[in-house]
């Protein structure tokens, strides 16, 4: 049924979008806080012919994934950090092979086991890429249920549109808090573009064999050539981001994902106070929109970023503003959730010049 | 008077294997099991609905020489990805051709795993005790006193543990149909081998559960013997840690004929 | 009056050849020796004698039995019957 409203956890909701987006295929082991992914897709996968597995490891899960990617079909797997972790190589391989696949990950506090509170602490890993090689993932991050409606859709497009896994980025409490939100209707998966790569038996064709093992040094370069454009293609086009109360800001927060929405909240009270303040709020994480936020920064005085993290969207904003304003950065690592308050402190602070919360980053 | 006689050709290429010429040593067993595989692919006429996964290890450019559809896993994963693919495409042929490391170290939990849910496929497992592309380094099943460069003074089981069978294990799981261990290293073992991966192949079309084929296999390289040499090896030494025989038969084959 | 007598021959590719020479270990007629001359490799490549007598190995008559192919590690060897 089309546009059904439902009242979902926001793991639950990516899986409904997910199998609404023409998935039909999920591998995934269990860790919190995302159980209920795997737990929705055990029986909903199976409502529309498609296949679950519980794998034996996130690494054995990721490693079905692949298989089921090369065989054509929309797939997705789903962790928590240090199962994301266990993911790398095989993420490092996709992008090598260059196999369209949806990772979830619902961030919790680490390094190491940490806990499960929502966190940041994966922003390197997502956009870094935590696999071995020079290779890019596409990062998508929302900030609420509806917004997960959205980016689950646009991370299946992206990844068959340019072959490549694309990373879903959420955290503890967006995987968990349950919101009302509106489904679009199944997509016809035979209307998809038809992927004349996949290894379904060489019936009326030659074999082709999918590697990503190039032994050739010229070869290889080549390849990761290759890989480039289509990275500098994503780049040129793929950028998402949100910008609120921006057109008179003089400070403008920076943050993504639950973050965002705590300082849109503190962007409310402050701006009711008379405090010229803003949001910019970065959607794709990879690419980042460098550009837009350097314009941003030429107009305003202070530029503050808020995550969940000892700083790691930070350093994507140092490269984007450098110098043009003057940067400040409150962050909240080990599963912490901040109230809107703390936000609102944090830049009070920062108008006023006192230092009480946050600091100043020399750059 | 000599009369000119006319010949057929009676034994030579399988179609399913490419032209090249293989990278693999003197004496080696791989190319031995490719043809068996790739003799078993054309009788039962799979090649075309064939999709493959090689392992990492000497046959990591098993693609070059198999003409189906094959797809590169990471070092033990081949059953993992051979699960995707079986999984969404249960009409394909699709079987994982992996190493002692591949499938015995590494890959233990995926080799397991798939074998407990009594996946739909068939694994040809080459069992050579040591790891020969990597340059001759202990594997799980290097036999004990058998010198490797990571265990110089040969395996010792205080330190190293005793050689793994991981056949005997598969074989233990509900869902695995057919296990047999098979020689490569004489014309009887090599025609014994061409049977059982037959049968392996038949439990899949069969859809009977998971089937496995180890082929213990010469490395005169790694263990730096001549082909002669590490041919017997095989069949005297090898054998006394993995004896030949089927481990397991669920099938009902045998009880049909 | 009496079973055929098989006749076979054999091909070898001394290119593929790899000079394990475990078909010249298996051959029951003893038809098949060591290539003096090396292939492109550097391997000495099996040599099917082709007929000539080695009076002082037992030669026979080849067969077509195909356990030189059976164990070539490289497929190197085609098997023929005579017809």
């Known amino acids: 049924m089309p546009n059904e409203r439902m009242l979902m956890r926001g793991s639950q909701v990516v899986g409904e979008a997910a199998v609404r987006a023409g998935c039909r295929f999920y591998a995934g082991y269990p860790i919190t806080p995302q159980n209920e992914l795997p737990e929705y897709l055990a029986s909903r996968m199976f409502e529309v012919g498609g296949t679950f597995i519980q794998g034996e490891s996130e690494l054995a899960s990721i490693n079905m994934t692949l298989g089921a990617a090369a065989s054509g079909v929309r797939t997705m797997t789903s962790s928590a950090s240090q199962g994301i972790s266990l993911k790398q190589e095989a993420i490092s391989f996709m992008c090598g092979q260059e196999l369209p696949v949806v990772i979830v990950n619902m961030m919790r506090g680490g390094p190491g086991l940490g806990n499960i509170g929502p966190s940041g602490g994966d922003y390197f890993q997502a956009t870094r890429g935590g696999g071995n090689g020079d290779y890019r993932t596409p990062v998508l991050a929302g900030a609420n249920c509806q917004e997960l409606v959205d980016i689950t859709f646009l991370a299946f497009d992206i990844a068959d549109k340019y072959r490549t896994p694309v990373i879903l980025l959420g955290d503890g409490l967006i995987g968990q808090v349950a919101e009302p939100v509106v489904f679009p209707d199944f997509i016809n998966i035979e209307k998809l573009p038809k992927k004349d790569w996949k290894l379904d038996g060489c019936l009326g064709r030659e074999a082709r064999a999918i590697h990503s093992q190039i032994l050739d040094a010229q070869a290889l370069y080549d390849h990761n050539m290759h890989l480039k454009k289509k990275y500098d293609l994503i780049t040129a086009n793929e950028q998402r981001w949100e910008e609120i109360s921006t057109e008179d800001a003089e400070v403008v927060v920076v943050a993504y994902g639950t973050p965002a929405r705590l300082a849109e909240s503190a962007i409310e009270e402050l701006r009711s106070e008379g405090m010229p303040v803003g949001l910019f709020r970065p959607i794709t994480l990879w690419p980042y929109p460098l550009k837009p936020l350097r314009e941003l920064s030429k107009r305003v005085k202070k530029i503050a970023v808020f995550e969940f993290s000892l700083g790691q969207m930070l350093e994507d904003v140092i490269l984007s503003v450098g110098e043009r304003a003057e940067i400040f950065f409150y962050g909240v690592p080990g599963g912490v959730i901040t109230t809107p308050d703390d936000v609102a402190q944090f830049l009070r602070s920062i108008n006023k010049g006192d230092a009480k919360i946050g600091l100043r980053i020399e750059v | 008077m000599n009369t000119e006689l006319t010949f057929r050709k009676v034994f030579g290429r399988p179609e399913t294997l490419t032209d090249a010429v293989t990278h693999y040593c003197p004496g080696c067993g791989h190319s031995i099991a490719h043809r068996l595989v790739a003799e078993c692919i054309d009788e039962f006429g799979l090649r075309e609905k064939t999709i493959a996964v090689p392992p990492v290890g000497c046959a990591v450019l098993a693609y070059d020489y198999f003409k189906v559809d094959m797809i590169e896993a990471p070092h033990g994963r081949g059953l993992a990805v051979a699960t995707g693919i079986k999984r969404v495409q249960p009409d394909k042929f699709v079987f994982t051709y992996q190493g002692d490391g591949d499938l015995a170290a590494i890959g233990t939990a995926e080799t397991i795993h798939a074998a407990n849910r009594g996946e739909k496929l068939t694994t040809i497992y080459i069992n050579n005790g040591i790891y020969g592309m990597t340059g001759g380094q202990m594997a799980p099943t290097t036999l004990i006193g058998m010198k490797a460069t990571t265990a110089p003074m040969g395996r010792d089981p205080r330190l190293h543990g005793y050689p793994l069978d991981i056949s005997r294990m598969i074989a233990l799981c509900e869902g695995v149909v057919y296990v047999e261990r098979c020689s490569l290293a004489s014309v009887k073992h090599i025609k014994q081998a061409k049977k059982a991966i037959r049968k392996a192949f038949q439990c899949q079309l069969d859809e009977l559960g998971y089937a496995l084929v180890e082929l213990l296999s010469p490395c005169p390289t790694n263990w730096k013997m001549s082909s002669r040499d590490a041919w017997d090896w095989t069949n005297t030494e090898m054998t006394k840690t993995y004896p030949l025989g089927v481990l397991k038969d669920t099938t009902g084959y045998e009880a049909k004929k | ?83």
């Open chain 3, 1 to 83: 009056m009496g079973s055929k007598r098989k006749i076979g021959k054999i091909v070898i590719d001394r290119e593929r050849c790899k000079g394990c020479h475990m078909c010249i270990e298996v051959c029951p007629t003893k038809n098949i020796e060591e290539d003096k001359i090396r292939n492109k490799k550097g391997y000495h490549p099996a040599r099917f004698k082709e007929g000539k007598k080695d009076q002082e190995k037992e030669q026979k008559e080849c067969t077509g039995c195909a356990q030189c192919g059976t164990v070539c590690p490289e497929i190197a060897i085609e098997v023929y019957h005579a017809e």
